[in-house]
């Protein structure tokens, strides 16, 4: 049921959707929260993947498939040559060996791209490349290093017998005409794209990749690059976002920085051309935070207020069909949400899995975590020895705490924390962690988080 959040959210259930009532909470705080996992159901009821487009057969790789790939060729679409050596008729080496080598007379050579233009007669040899063509009359190939030519080159002895099909690659060896190669949904890899390319495709259909409106809002903030000074600081949670946005597959539209004015915040929350909308910054209860208040007015805010840490003054809603995600201005808060709510929704909308694309470690706990029931943690974590250690620090704006940590812990609901000794799962920060060789890696969780 989404009535507990709506009565404080600020939105009423119409029919299966909401109509907005806006309500200022700035300065008031927040009646209730809502669970995490009702904002997830939420979404994924209501988030599908976006309509194909064609992409490029040199950009296509990371991105997923719409359609059916299937071979209208045959790949190869001739007989060619699986070594360097000689392209004979079979039979004909029958009886040979070291002590008893047969003559062949040379006729050619025939390469990869250049075929040679005759046809065996009887008795007859062309030199051949891995990858050729294999010539007309022939039937198999002799490798070369049981063989040897005349020092004129006009004959070989061979000293080993060949028969028929040796060494030699068939039409459709590799795809045959009409063979399913990938299919929809699959996200495409390098050595796909290769297959794709071989079978003479220029482009593939793919999901089309979600746009994305960033909104960092913020007196107090300068341009990344910048160096802090006065009582300004610099804008951390734009490149941040901008990592996860790439790694879940999203399309990043041209943003700047917004005073907290509600004019522009506005104005760029209403953008058509975007997907999804990112607000970062404005999303709490303070006296500049905006953002929520819009939401209402230009659509509806779905939920404001979520039973997490850190996070908890996050939001949804939508304006139109483009889904609107507050992200608190707090580093890690703002991580925090982004990985609960708006990363599933990008990667669904791409096409991708909504799972947290995290390797995972279950590991045992070296200190207790403290949580209380009723409310999900994003517990920073580090990796010692073989065991998951929270990092003290609890501060919702220390960026730098997940700089040292390796990963992060999940701590549901049900639970009022985790005492020491607990075995965790661990969502690795880096995929190529080298935790230890002995502990059980999972790739990546099975849990839709």
């Known amino acids: 049921m989404l009535l507990p959040a709506l009565l404080f959210s600020g939105s009423v259930p119409l029919f299966g959707?909401?109509?907005?009532?806006?309500?200022?909470?700035?300065m008031r705080g927040f009646a209730d929260r809502v669970d995490v996992e009702e904002v997830e159901r939420f979404l994924e009821e209501r988030v599908h993947s976006l309509s194909p487009e064609e992409v490029?057969?040199?950009?296509?790789?990371?991105?997923?498939?719409?359609?059916?790939?299937?071979?209208?060729?045959d790949v190869p679409g001739f007989p060619r040559s699986a070594m360097d050596g000689y392209a004979i008729r079979g039979e004909e080496t029958f009886g040979a060996s070291?002590?008893?080598?047969?003559?062949?007379?040379l006729i050619g050579t025939t390469l990869p791209g250049s075929p040679f233009p005759g046809e065996l007669a009887e008795g007859q040899a062309v030199r051949i490349m891995t990858g050729a063509p294999l010539p007309d009359g022939a039937d198999a190939v002799v490798k070369a290093e049981v063989c040897h030519e005349d020092p004129e080159g006009e004959a070989v002895h061979i000293s080993e017998a060949a028969p028929p099909r040796k060494n030699v690659g068939a039409v459709g060896e590799d795809i045959g005409r009409g063979d399913l190669l990938l299919g929809p949904g699959r996200c495409i890899r390098p050595q796909d794209a290769g297959v794709i390319s071989s079978i003479g495709r220029s482009a593939v259909s793919c999901v089309r990749r979600p746009r994305v409106r960033l909104v960092v809002t913020g007196d107090e903030l300068l341009p990344a690059g910048e160096k802090p000074r006065g009582a300004q600081i610099v804008d951390s949670n734009s490149v941040v976002l901008r990592g996860l946005m790439a790694r879940d597959g999203a399309s990043l539209l041209p943003f700047e920085i917004l005073p907290d004015r509600p004019d522009r915040i506005r104005e760029v929350m209403a953008d058509p051309d975007a997907d999804v909308v990112l607000v970062s910054g404005g999303s709490s209860v303070g006296q500049e935070d905006h953002a929520p208040r819009l939401l209402s007015e230009l659509g509806s805010l779905d939920f404001h207020g979520i039973s997490?840490?850190?996070a908890s003054p996050a939001g949804v809603g939508r304006i139109g069909d483009r889904f609107v995600f507050l992200l608190p201005g707090n580093p890690v808060s703002c991580l925090s949400a982004y990985e609960f709510f708006a990363g599933p929704t990008l990667r669904a909308m791409g096409g991708l899995s909504r799972r947290w694309p995290h390797r995972t470690v279950s590991l045992p706990l070296a200190r207790k975590i403290a949580s209380a029931v009723?409310?999900?943690d994003y517990v920073r974590v580090s990796i010692e020895n073989g065991q998951v250690f929270p990092i003290a620090t609890s501060g919702a704006s220390i960026l730098?705490?997940?700089?040292?940590?390796?990963?992060a812990v999940i701590v549901s609901r049900e639970h009022e924390?985790?005492?020491?000794?607990?075995?965790v799962e661990v969502l690795l920060y880096?995929?190529?962690?080298?935790?230890?060789?002995?502990?059980?890696?999972?790739?990546?969780?099975?849990?839709?988080?």
């Open 17 to 26: 959707d909401t109509i907005s009532m806006v309500r200022d909470v700035r």
């Open 56 to 73: 490029p057969l040199l950009e296509c790789v990371g991105r997923v498939l719409a359609e059916e790939i299937r071979a209208e060729v």
């Open 98 to 105: 070291d002590y008893n080598p047969i003559r062949f007379e």
């Open 308 to 310: 997490m840490r850190p």
């Open 374 to 376: 009723g409310r999900t």
């Open 400 to 407: 730098s705490s997940t700089v040292r940590a390796s990963g």
């Open 417 to 423: 924390g985790m005492a020491e000794g607990t075995e």
């Open 430 to 449: 880096d995929q190529d962690l080298d935790v230890q060789t002995d502990l059980r890696v999972g790739t990546p969780s099975g849990e839709k988080r």
